[in-house]
């Protein structure tokens, strides 16, 4: 029998999600979860609703809830990290205060002043959580899909004394966007995807080992849908001959090119969705969810609405390493891990996301080499304002704070030095709590 923590279990999408793709695995059926979150409303929704989703399915999974993350880690063999530290509140602070500014993000949760700030606040829980690893499950292998994927990683690596791989879904996104442009099937592509997390690039695109790359431009410009929601990515493509895997608001915004004049937003944003880069556009559509889930949860518990069906397994990657490591059925998929010469153009120690080959001896990345010039120098712009990042959270230096901010690409595109100052110590102000 697994044991399977999920800390930060509140996030009840996910959490469900995740917990369906683990029972669609026969052998893991009777699993044991212990669900912590420090918000006992959601933490009682998600558990209300995944106990009913185990009861109608007549498995003997147990789910154990509790607000003591060290309680919920005791001997178990895997943790899904999906916490967001601060809630929608500090979330909110990240959007507005650069808004001020000029800096217009978004997202906000991966690179920028939104990033760089959700970094420092996580952190340091990720170290507590790591520590109470050490204590009580030092064998345990922690996913985490906590934002900002690159820095909580790296964060992780030095200083946490464990077992951590970084979990996306943004190439299975991509893939599907991609085959879709060339009207194939998923299964009809191969690909290898290379970067780093949210600016990963598919260098390889293949159908029946014909090269499809010079293929991509054309077929996503006449793409009824795509050529529509994709402006951005479709110009990056378009300009650097590589698609990149993460939606048009997420790419725009760690670019300096796209999001710099107002005049010129209406460009570059597909404004019928957040993921085609309204302004706060993913702060708007969590704080709906967020409205949503309440309204939703007394029909999903009353049967009136089905949320997940057990066996509809989604592509997220955690249940597939899983079953990999522990039956030795093999998994193909993208993950973050350390830089160890895997990608030669990029600094070792940074978090890269790369395809990785999971069996029951464990997760085996595969050698890159170089990635194409002009990936590598968006990469490498990332990864400086990334590392100044976490070298700040481990060590309390406000300066590299603003250093780290001052060298983000979109920050330094519309924000002068004495600017970047005075909107970093705002932001510290309003994000003390």
Known sequence: MLKIAMIGAGSI???????????????????????????????????????????????????????????????????FCTVRVGGLEAFKHDIDIPLKYG????????????????????????????????????????????????????????????RVVGLCHGVQGGHRQIASALGLSKEEVDFVCAGINHQTWYIEVKHQGKDMLPYLLEAFEKHPQLSKTEPCRIDVLKRFGYYSTESNGHLSEYLPWYRKRNNELDRWIYSEDWIGGLTAGYLDHCLKKNDEYRVMYPKWISGEVEYIQLGNRSEEHGSYIIEALETGRQYRGHFN??????????PNGCTIEIPCYVDRTGIHPTYIGDLPLQCAATCRASISVQEMAVEAALTGNRELVKLAILHDPLTAAVCNPEEVWRMVDEMFEALAP
């Open 337 to 346: 891990i350390e830089n160890k010469g895997l990608i030669r153009n990029l």
């Open 13 to 79: 999408g996910f959490t469900r999600r995740l917990m369906m793709d683990i029972l669609a695995v026969k052998e893991f059926q009777d699993t044991e979860f212990h669900f912590m979150d420090i918000n006992k409303k959601n933490l009682e929704m998600v558990t209300n609703l995944c106990q009913q989703m185990i009861q109608l399915n007549q498995l003997p999974a147990k789910i154990i809830a509790t607000t003591d993350r060290k309680e919920a880690l005791l001997g178990v063999d895997y943790v």
């Open 103 to 162: 800096v217009n993000q978004c997202v906000g949760d991966t690179l920028g002043p939104g990033g760089v700030f959700f970094a420092l606040r996580t952190i340091p829980v990720l170290l507590d959580l790591a520590e109470n690893m050490r204590e009580v499950c030092p064998n345990a292998l922690l996913f985490n899909y906590s934002n900002p994927m690159a820095m909580n990683t790296w964060a992780l690596r030095r200083a946490g004394g464990i």
